[in-house]
């Protein structure tokens, strides 16, 4: 569903934020995104942290008005910011209940290649092929193909609400470094390890958080469940 409405808009937003990005000096862009990025992912962090996964509108269509606006955002964050397709996509569908979170992600991942190929051409357009490491490009390509199938293992496995914990944390730490370092603040080491050290102990307790709720909601499923059957057999004819 995702993969067919939304990624036109990611294809045209990657294509402007491509075009954006090669007309702005670059320690002007890498701030600007990372705390684009750094918002969405203290949303991400909260709110599974906080809620969870809601499960009441799961199977119920996304509208066109919110997937378009979607997709055209995420598009422009992945191509100025090096990368926000799936930490802007894959929250906004998750916390909107509607799909599961496998096929969020498969969607999110099956639509990046369109919104790729535009950023591309993009980038090529604006900038032409002579600031491209290709060598870097293969290496990327090799990485990314050994992690793929791992990161789907992990997806299939691991609870969404104890995994939003974990990439909303992700999304935090690594942008704060960014904003933190010469290209952002540029603060003080002491104020850096502080900083990072806060990030870290909120991010191990946003995971230990969620994954006793996980547990705890998991424990009230099983228990619920043979109640469930026993008043079926209570009710059903003898």
């Not at 002579?130 to 299939?156: C, D, F, K």
């Not at 730490?173 to 806060?198: E, I, P, Q």
């Amino acid at each position: 569903m995702y993969r067919s409405q939304g990624q036109e808009g990611g294809a045209v937003g990657a294509f402007a934020g491509a075009t954006f990005l090669a007309s702005l000096d670059t320690g002007t862009a890498k701030p600007v995104m990372s705390g684009i990025l750094l918002v969405l992912g203290l949303y991400v962090l909260v709110r599974f942290t906080v809620k969870g996964l809601r499960k009441d509108r799961l199977g119920q269509p996304l509208r066109k008005r919110f997937l378009g606006p979607l997709g055209l955002f995420a598009g422009f964050v992945d191509a100025t910011g090096g990368g926000g397709w799936g930490p802007v996509g894959t929250p906004a569908l998750l916390a909107s209940g509607r799909i599961e979170p496998r096929k969020t992600i498969g969607s999110i991942d099956t639509s990046e290649f369109l919104v790729a190929l535009a950023a591309s051409l993009g980038f090529l357009f604006a900038l032409g092929s002579q600031g491209i490491e290709w060598s870097w490009v293969i290496v990327l390509l090799v990485g990314g193909a050994i992690a793929a199938p791992i990161a789907a293992y992990i997806v299939r496995v691991v609870p969404p609400r104890i995994l939003g914990s974990l990439v909303g944390g992700l999304i935090v730490l690594t942008n704060a470094r960014t904003l933190m370092g010469k290209d952002g603040f540029a603060l003080d080491s002491t104020v850096k390890w502080v900083v990072y050290g806060l990030v870290w102990a909120a991010w191990i307790g946003a995971v230990a958080w969620s994954t006793k709720e996980h547990r705890r909601e998991r424990a009230a499923e099983q228990a619920e469940g043979p109640h469930e059957d026993e008043r079926e057999r209570v009710g059903s004819p003898a």
